[in-house]
């Protein structure tokens, strides 16, 4: 093959309407249509049976855990329903009878291919046979897994030093398979280990990391139902994590008080029916927030400062409102932290947040009296300039309030993937953990590399600097999920060898490296069997527990693998027997994994064991209030100053969210039934009164660009539509408006990319579009 040879891929998509129908915002979050949808995704994905059958094993402590999010299961879970609408359609989406093989792309063409949406390409189904794309070629075919494995040694002895092989890993991974491929990579001598939390919470584990001390949160499920006021910020629970939602309404019925801090009024937030109940089902369900912050993007730490200011001053006459004895014991900085915020002038926080100096009273008044405080937040405050900062700032909330430590209270980043904690927690990192690596000499014998190795943002500059050679991914889709996607796009199409480790066909499966190859593993709900013996495997939830998951449903094909089996085999075939860990026995024994992993990974421990059941926590250091890691051995009150967005006249502020019908990448389905939009994605949500100054109405054609460093980028062609938003903010979801974040502007300090706010204008075009019916 010359080296000029490369595929005609689309990067988008058909950037085409599917018919848009505008409709009423249906309001309850769940209630009988959140189980009809449930069922409807479910039945036609899998077929009655086989649906049936696995949502009764979902979330069960002999079943296997939701393939959705990260939340925890209640001990008193229900025996029959204990998943969510959204977790039914990941299941139906996963364990759909749909499948696709040589077949297929002996017909289609990865060019052809790439020119069908995302949404038209996971409906293919789940991908069921290793297949390789050769130099050269359009089409993939398929392989052995011999030959499969065989290649990618070869590709990796080739390379002339090891940081020339990226290891990608996307938060569905199990324990043993994380921990498997993070062995290997360091086995290999990279720290090249970027993974999907770089996009995600990384703000939030850097920002817990630098004041608290642990890079995850300090609450458990139990502290919900007995805090006295939940602050939700930059969250959409009810699409997102809807079974949060029952922990919420057990604290509403406690007498616990919710306020929401977000730009936009979230339905699940203002109208819930838990389908998990028959008042639920049938009732009017319940309003679940007490007060809702409209706060603009990106305005969240002027909001807190305000508020914070008003509880300093309050506690200046009554010396109860901020807890003094927890910050002379636990904390450092008070002082300067109240001589920086004496700096800040009320009026001007109060305009830069946008929201009512009414609505900020109520707040302050909820917060006064309150030291039982949660703070649960996600994406609105992480994936910004300042996310680490928006974090610490909410942080220091709790530590004022001596809300840590103490049932009720502390801080609850709400993770996105069912498994990106405990991927994280068995070794998935690009920086260096010195007890780490002496762990690992220790006890795997071989010596691990002592590089920072890349992240997400680090990994695409390098790829498009050409000095990555071998691109693998443990699952995720990379192109569509990380930023920038023609920067992406050129920096996959550099590599030599591309690998993915996946369950269904997505778009990085089609723009790829020379070679590319695609190894079909099976997933959650699916049996994991060796030669009749059944096999398992842990997760740990967002809460710190780690649990076994068991899937009970045939998997998609014979040929199918586990993914710790792939990992193993791969790094078996590189190593051919010359290696201090037995990869073929950890190929086929996860106890042999998992018994590496109580030795190697801080906290596991009789993990085969502890995990059955009900599951195990493990160690956190804030439940303790021990600071002793931290400087002066003091939890760390922090200043943080204020954000800086320079908008042009002409710009907004876009954040790039997700819909009621999707996982991240993928699109189960054309609505979004909560925001009232029907059978269309390429949409942008603007206040009505901003379109009126832009002479725009609804569903005009526009064109969105955004400029960085005197780079425009355009996302074409979406629909105008009004919406409930702040004045200056616009949204449009994610991955269509990827194209318009910027690779090189992202967090200080985590490096995750600005998806909530990046500035854009809006184009008018002339094309027209009619509303159906
Ligand atoms: N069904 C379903 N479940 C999922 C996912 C999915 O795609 N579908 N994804 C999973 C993953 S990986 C993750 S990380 C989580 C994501 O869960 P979320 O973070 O809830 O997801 P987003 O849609 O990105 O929503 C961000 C929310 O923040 C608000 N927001 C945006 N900017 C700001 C801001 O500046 N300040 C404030 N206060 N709010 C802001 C938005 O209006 C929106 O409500 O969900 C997980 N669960
Ligand atoms: N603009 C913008 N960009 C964003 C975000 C945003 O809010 N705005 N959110 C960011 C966030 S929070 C995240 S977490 C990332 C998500 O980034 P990723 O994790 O990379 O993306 P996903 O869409 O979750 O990956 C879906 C693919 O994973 C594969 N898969 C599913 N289940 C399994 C399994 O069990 N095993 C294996 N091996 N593969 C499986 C399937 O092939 C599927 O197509 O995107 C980020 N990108
Ligand atoms: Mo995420």
Redesign the pocket.
Known sequence: MSDSFKRNVSITGAEEFTNIKLGPRVTDAAGMLGVKEALKHGFKEMGVLRSMGALLKMNQKDGFDCP??AWPDPEDRSPVAEYCE?GAKALADEATTSHVGSTMFAKWTVEELSHLSDYELNKFGRLVEPLVLRPGSLHYEPITWQEAYGLIAKHLHKMDNPNEAIFYTS?RSSNEAAFTYGMFARALGTNNMPD?SNM??ESSGVALGETLGIGKGSTVLEDLYEAEVIII?????G???PRMMSALEKCKKNGGKIIS????E?PGLVNFKNPQHLSGTLGSGVQMADLHLP?N??Q?IPLMKLILKKLATLDTIDRSVFDHEFIEKYTTGYDAFLEDLARYDEGDLLRRAGVQESDVNKAVAMLRKSNRIIVCW????TQ?KNGVENIREFVNLLLLKGALGKPGAGTCPVR??SNVQGDRSVGIQHFVDEELNERIKKHLQFDPPTKRGVDVVEAMEAMHNGKTKVFMCLGGNFLMAASDTQYTAEALQNCELTVQISTKLNRTHLVTGKTALILPTIGRSEKDEIDGTKRYFTVENSMGKVSQSKGILKPASDQVRSEPQIIAEMADAYFGGNHSVDWKAWSRDYDIIRDHIDKVAKGFEETSKRSEGHGYYLPNNVRNLDFSMLPGGKAQITINKLPDHRLAEDEFML?T??SHD???TTIYGLDDRYRGVYNERRVLFMNKKDMQELKLQKLDVIDITSEYDGKIRTAHKFLMVPYDIPRGNV?AYFPETNVLVPYNHFAERSQTPIS??VRVRIHKRQDAIVETA
């Open positions: 959705s999010c959204n938060g999907c995600c919470h910020a930059g969250q959409n629970p699409t997102n994590h801090i977000n730009p936009l979230e706060v993007i990106n969240d996600a994406m609105g405050l910004h996105g993937h954040m969210i997700r999707q996982f991240n949204a909530k706010s």
